[in-house]
């Protein structure tokens, strides 16, 4: 867990379009942000607060969401995952 942005948030969201941000709340006392660019890419970090993670959001530059609000969040994460196409990897049962 972190205070403020960490060097791997910034590196994220240094020089990508259309970055967003997922808060939401993963523990009693945890929180994960979730960055997510325009392509779909994306990284996560857990923080104390919900405060930690918006001011991290903020510090970024990146859209703020509070949970998965917007449908289109989870449809661009979820492009890259390369087991959603057709012949691609299969997940382990």
């Not at 205070?3 to 006392?29: C, K, M, N, P, Y």
């Amino acid at each position: 867990m972190t205070d403020g942005a960490s060097a791997e948030l910034r590196r994220f969201a240094e020089g990508r379009d259309r970055v967003d941000a997922v808060i939401q709340r993963i523990g009693l006392d945890t929180w994960d942000l979730v960055l997510i660019d325009g392509e779909g890419n994306w990284t996560r970090e857990v923080f104390t607060s919900k405060e930690e993670c918006r001011s991290a959001a903020l510090e970024v530059g990146a859209t703020v969401h509070e949970g998965w609000d917007d449908e289109d969040l989870a449809k661009r994460m979820s492009r890259r995952d390369h087991w959603n196409q057709p012949g691609g990897q299969r997940r382990a049962l």
